[in-house]
């Protein structure tokens, strides 16, 4: 029989993401953690306590500046009253009014710019970091699939035909005429292909189905690979492959005798091994789940799926990828759908069922609107008097529905790990807003019962003046 059998693809590997310095540090977290979902949840927690003095005292400010703005309720209610039909002079009588009484909103801003600068920066890197952890899960998919399919090849010695590199081994057999070297129980041929120079390697043990060939005359080694039929069907050796292999036939009505078909059900006989390998690493060893969503990579929803098919999958990313060699390509260029479909073919469940079932996204809603909520109490009088018409308090309210619509858009189509961040940081935002309030409340209650002892004490000496008179 023909040696040449049928050639097997390898998948690409090697490829990534180019992640900058704090992507590093946010893959760090996330792989030091272990569980995806719980890493991200350290991830946001680790953000948080970096941020949160610059939160904790943009809102302290915020929440003195609203309780100087209720002390001033009465002489603010008048002026909205006198200037009703004037806002430019209302907004000049309140500013001097504002200075007359400590209040400065100006305060409260740097702290909130940081803030802001070191959520875009975490955000970008974040969601940088979920493009490269998608994309590794397949790069590592990609490498047991291809370990599968080698191991029924041999790992044979890179023989050269010649080089002045003395670490490099060259043909010392006499291959001109048509001797086969053997090493370590495995075979190599030399041949020609026209003009060009072909090794061929063969493993010696009659189990392995696969071998390799590769340009002797081409300074950068590649190695083709193929499936010796012979060995894996004809032979017999293997019931169980004959058996696969026959019903692999039978399914396409296609007969043993007919040689492309029968290459073509050997090649894909061995490609469903490492399909199924893949298949077994994403369920056992790799687990992007975090309750009830399948894979944090992607939204929780129910149209999407925990392996996505291959047009939603390649629209993933948005960047060039790395490859091995350093040189940048397209997802396109790196596994085409075929090659995807291959890489998948025993994963049709994870393809069907749903990612998730909007429960995140509603409850961070939920979360942002609360918080909203009560940020706009504790802000209630600056908004109420900051303008002569209340605009301030109307466009506070626009806002708490506005900022979760927006996210709910977004949480449509961004990924679930994206929304366990948002949802944490909803949270620390609430008992970072609550905890500040209850303090810096209670702070002030102090300073105005200090203030009207302060006023009693002034005001008892004369109360009790004519009492000492008369004693005298």
């Given at each position: 029989?023909?040696?040449?059998?049928?050639?097997?693809?390898?998948?690409?590997?090697?490829?990534?993401?180019?992640?900058n310095w704090l992507g590093h540090i946010v893959r760090a977290i996330i792989e030091w953690v272990g569980p995806v979902g719980l890493?991200?949840?350290?991830?946001?927690?680790?953000?948080?306590?970096?941020?949160?003095?610059?939160?904790?005292?943009?809102?302290?400010?915020?929440?003195?500046?609203?309780?100087?703005?209720?002390?001033?309720?009465?002489?603010?209610?008048?002026?909205?009253?006198?200037?009703?039909?004037?806002?430019?002079?209302?907004?000049?009588?309140?500013?001097?009014?504002?200075?007359?009484?400590?209040?400065?909103?100006?305060?409260?801003?740097?702290?909130?710019?940081?803030?802001?600068?070191?959520?875009?920066?975490?955000?970008?890197?974040?969601?940088?970091?979920?493009?490269?952890?998608?994309?590794?899960?397949?790069?590592?998919?990609?490498?047991?699939?291809?370990?599968?399919?080698?191991?029924?090849?041999?790992?044979?010695?890179?023989?050269?035909?010649?080089?002045?590199?003395?670490?490099?081994?060259?043909?010392?057999?006499?291959?001109?005429?048509?001797?086969?070297?053997?090493?370590?129980?495995?075979?190599?041929?030399?041949?020609?292909?026209?003009?060009?120079?072909?090794?061929?390697?063969?493993?010696?043990?009659?189990?392995?189905?696969?071998?390799?060939?590769?340009?002797?005359?081409?300074?950068?080694?590649?190695?083709?690979?193929?499936?010796?039929?012979?060995?894996?069907?004809?032979?017999?050796?293997?019931?169980?492959?004959?058996?696969?292999?026959?019903?692999?036939?039978?399914?396409?009505?296609?007969?043993?005798?007919?040689?492309?078909?029968?290459?073509?059900?050997?090649?894909?006989?061995?490609?469903?091994?490492?399909?199924?390998?893949?298949?077994?690493?994403?369920?056992?060893?790799?687990?992007?789940?975090?309750?009830?969503?399948?894979?944090?990579?992607?939204?929780?929803?129910?149209?999407?799926?925990?392996?996505?098919?291959?047009?939603?999958?390649?629209?993933?990313?948005?960047?060039?990828?790395?490859?091995?060699?350093?040189?940048?390509?397209?997802?396109?260029?790196?596994?085409?759908?075929?090659?995807?479909?291959?890489?998948?073919?025993?994963?049709?469940?994870?393809?069907?069922?749903?990612?998730?079932?909007?429960?995140?996204?509603?409850?961070?809603?939920?979360?942002?609107?609360?918080?909203?909520?009560?940020?706009?109490?504790?802000?209630?009088?600056?908004?109420?008097?900051?303008?002569?018409?209340?605009?301030?308090?109307?466009?506070?309210?626009?806002?708490?529905?506005?900022?979760?619509?927006?996210?709910?858009?977004?949480?449509?189509?961004?990924?679930?790990a994206f929304s366990i961040y948002i949802a944490v940081s909803s949270i620390i935002g609430i008992l970072v807003t609550l905890i500040?309030?209850?303090?810096?409340?209670?702070?002030?209650?102090?300073?105005?019962?200090?203030?009207?002892?302060?006023?009693?004490?002034?005001?008892?000496?004369?109360?009790?003046?004519?009492?000492?008179?008369?004693?005298?």
């Amino acid at each position: 029989m023909q040696l040449l059998s049928i050639v097997i693809p390898l998948l690409e590997e090697g490829f990534h993401i180019e992640l900058n310095w704090l992507g590093h540090i946010v893959r760090a977290i996330i792989e030091w953690v272990g569980p995806v979902g719980l890493g991200v949840i350290v991830f946001t927690l680790i953000l948080k306590l970096i941020t949160t003095p610059f939160d904790v005292y943009q809102r302290i400010k915020m929440r003195k500046q609203s309780l100087i703005m209720r002390n001033m309720k009465d002489d603010l209610e008048k002026l909205q009253k006198q200037y009703a039909n004037d806002k430019q002079t209302y907004s000049m009588k309140m500013m001097e009014l504002q200075k007359k009484n400590g209040y400065s909103m100006f305060g409260a801003c740097l702290p909130m710019i940081i803030s802001f600068v070191i959520l875009i920066v975490a955000i970008s890197a974040f969601q940088s970091f979920s493009q490269y952890a998608n994309l590794n899960m397949y790069e590592q998919m990609a490498h047991v699939y291809n370990q599968e399919i080698l191991q029924y090849a041999p790992e044979g010695i890179d023989y050269r035909l010649s080089s002045e590199d003395e670490s490099v081994p060259v043909v010392t057999w006499d291959w001109e005429s048509g001797e086969t070297h053997e090493e370590g129980g495995i075979l190599y041929t030399v041949y020609l292909d026209g003009t060009i120079h072909r090794m061929r390697v063969v493993s010696a043990d009659e189990s392995k189905c696969i071998y390799y060939e590769y340009n002797l005359d081409e300074d950068t080694l590649n190695r083709t690979y193929y499936v010796d039929t012979d060995r894996l069907y004809t032979s017999g050796q293997d019931a169980e492959a004959k058996a696969a292999i026959d019903a692999i036939l039978e399914e396409r009505e296609a007969s043993s005798s007919n040689t492309d078909a029968l290459n073509d059900a050997c090649r894909d006989y061995i490609e469903d091994k490492g399909s199924l390998a893949a298949a077994n690493w994403f369920r056992a060893e790799n687990d992007p789940s975090f309750l009830w969503i399948k894979n944090v990579w992607y939204p929780d929803v129910s149209y999407a799926h925990p392996i996505q098919d291959y047009n939603e999958f390649s629209k993933s990313f948005s960047q060039n990828i790395i490859l091995a060699n350093g040189q940048k390509a397209a997802i396109g260029t790196i596994i085409d759908a075929g090659e995807y479909e291959n890489l998948t073919a025993h994963l049709g469940e994870e393809k069907e069922q749903a990612n998730g079932y909007f429960i995140l996204i509603v409850v961070t809603i939920g979360l942002m609107v609360l918080q909203q909520f009560i940020m706009m109490k504790s802000q209630k009088e600056a908004n109420q008097y900051q303008t002569v018409d209340g605009q301030g308090a109307r466009t506070q309210k626009i806002m708490m529905v506005m900022l979760p619509l927006i996210y709910a858009i977004t949480g449509l189509m961004w990924t679930a790990a994206f929304s366990i961040y948002i949802a944490v940081s909803s949270i620390i935002g609430i008992l970072v807003t609550l905890i500040s309030n209850f303090f810096i409340d209670r702070s002030f209650r102090r300073k105005e019962e200090a203030e009207l002892i302060a006023k009693y004490r002034r005001k008892a000496p004369s109360a009790v003046q004519p009492k000492n008179k008369k004693q005298k």
